[in-house]
């Protein structure tokens, strides 16, 4: 197939890495274009409060992902709304073809791959067929449909004990369902949690399966330190289960031009460079000890200013 347009940059994701290296990119005068499936703002856009960027506040997470890409597309970034299902390079002539769903094939001299990540699935017998229905990956989004109702939170991390925060707004109660006999969440999350009445913690324990006929209906648990198994009956519809065990990276586009991590992340240098000249990889989908908004930004200030060095146009 002809490539229907050309650039010198394609920026695959519009979360907080895509959106900092789409900036970036304009203000290189870098001629490009960045590429988003869903809403602005990826991850950070279904949270409801974040308040550990520097100089916002207690921001929502989709009005900070909706300020950054009014900034780029006011410095005169380019956008288009379509899911990427892969990407090529040529040797040859160094050029990389991004092929979109919609727009068909984009050929570029530089690619960023800031895909960031995707719920990780909890596991459990129910949990596709419910999804949706009663299993939710998202407190902003779903929280609202279970006000008065009883919500369990899987997960021990510091996005579940968050989540879980959150999700007291609208549910009667909310149960934390732990692994392991302890949660991992940073001290000041830690605190809140114990503080908030409406929140309970069951730990050594895992949710083997969920039944029920259009809403769930019953629960089963296991403890994990004894593998004892309990059943529990609820009436259909008066519970959510809300699952926050940890992002798979979507670096699934990009396979074997780049070295993967164990858990599958983008191994890249500090400049955000892959073992494929031309090709750079920014935010949650890279292999690195934190990720946060702030990271992913940083990630993508970064990355692009390497693509315009590559491109023999240093960034300003
Ligand atoms: C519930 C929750 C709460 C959080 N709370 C905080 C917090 O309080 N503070 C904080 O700093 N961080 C928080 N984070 C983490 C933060 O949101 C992420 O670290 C950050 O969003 C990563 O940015 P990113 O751009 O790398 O990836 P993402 O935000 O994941 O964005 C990636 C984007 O790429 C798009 N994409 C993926 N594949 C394709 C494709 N094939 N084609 C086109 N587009 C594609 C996705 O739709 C998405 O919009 C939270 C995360 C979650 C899930």
Do not use: W
């Given at each position: 197939m002809a490539a229907a347009q050309a650039h010198d940059l394609v920026i695959i994701g519009g979360g907080p890495a895509g959106l900092t290296a789409s900036i970036y990119a304009t203000r290189a005068l870098l001629d490009s274009v960045t590429v988003e499936q869903g809403a602005f703002g990826g991850q950070a856009a279904i949270t409801d409060v974040i308040d550990n960027y520097p100089g916002s506040p207690n921001i929502n997470g989709a009005e900070l992902g909706m300020s950054m890409q009014g900034q780029a597309e006011a410095l005169g970034s380019e956008f288009?709304?379509?899911?990427?299902?892969?990407?090529?390079?040529?040797?040859?002539?160094?050029?990389?073809?991004?092929?979109?769903?919609?727009?068909?094939?984009?050929?570029?001299?530089?690619?960023?791959?800031?895909?960031?990540?995707?719920?990780?699935?909890?596991?459990?017998?129910?949990?596709?067929?419910?999804?949706?229905?009663?299993?939710?990956?998202?407190?902003?989004?779903?929280?609202?449909?279970?006000?008065?109702?009883?919500?369990?939170?899987?997960?021990?991390?510091?996005?579940?004990?968050?989540?879980?925060?959150?999700?007291?707004?609208?549910?009667?109660?909310?149960?934390?369902?732990?692994?392991?006999?302890?949660?991992?969440?940073?001290?000041?999350?830690?605190?809140?949690?114990?503080?908030?009445?409406?929140?309970?913690?069951?730990?050594?324990?895992?949710?083997?399966?969920?039944?029920?006929?259009?809403?769930?209906?019953?629960?089963?648990?296991?403890?994990?330190?004894?593998?004892?198994?309990?059943?529990?009956?609820?009436?259909?519809?008066?519970?959510?289960?809300?699952?926050?065990?940890?992002?798979?990276?979507?670096?699934?586009?990009?396979?074997?031009?780049?070295?993967?991590?164990?858990d599958g992340t983008v191994i890249t240098d500090e400049r955000m460079a892959t073992k494929t000249p031309g090709l750079f990889c920014a935010g949650d989908v890279r292999d690195k000890p934190l990720r946060q908004v702030i990271t992913a930004a940083s990630d993508g200030a970064i990355a692009a200013t390497s693509a315009a060095q590559y491109l023999g146009r240093p960034a300003v």
């Open positions: 288009v709304y379509d899911d990427v299902s892969g990407v090529s390079f040529d040797q040859g002539d160094g050029t990389f073809l991004v092929t979109c769903e919609e727009e068909g094939e984009i050929a570029c001299k530089a690619v960023i791959l800031a895909t960031g990540g995707s719920p990780r699935r909890a596991g459990f017998e129910g949990e596709e067929r419910f999804s949706g229905h009663g299993v939710s990956y998202c407190a902003t989004c779903d929280g609202m449909f279970y006000m008065g109702k009883e919500v369990f939170v899987i997960g021990g991390g510091n996005t579940a004990c968050e989540e879980a925060l959150f999700l007291t707004r609208f549910a009667s109660s909310v149960t934390l369902i732990v692994r392991k006999d302890h949660v991992r969440a940073v001290a000041s999350v830690a605190e809140k949690i114990e503080a908030e009445p409406k929140i309970s913690i069951r730990y050594n324990t895992r949710i083997v399966s969920i039944d029920g006929d259009e809403l769930p209906s019953s629960i089963v648990f296991e403890d994990t330190s004894t593998g004892q198994v309990l059943s529990e009956s609820y009436s259909e519809g008066s519970f959510g289960i809300f699952v926050f065990v940890g992002r798979v990276p979507g670096s699934g586009l990009v396979g074997s031009l780049v070295e993967l991590a164990d």
